[in-house]
């Protein structure tokens, strides 16, 4: 999961809403499958 308000990739979702968990993986994997989705509507255009 990813936030733009504050640019932070979380771990998931639980059953109450999401999980807190906002480390360094977690937001590095965000922002990777961000960069992919840019990339392909780029290609797509």
Do not use: F
């Amino acid at each position: 999961m990813y936030d733009p308000a504050d640019g932070a990739g979380y771990d998931g979702l639980e059953r109450n809403g999401r999980n807190e968990n906002c480390g360094a993986e977690s937001t590095l994997a965000a922002l990777s499958a961000l960069h992919d989705v840019r990339l392909l509507k780029e290609m797509a255009t």
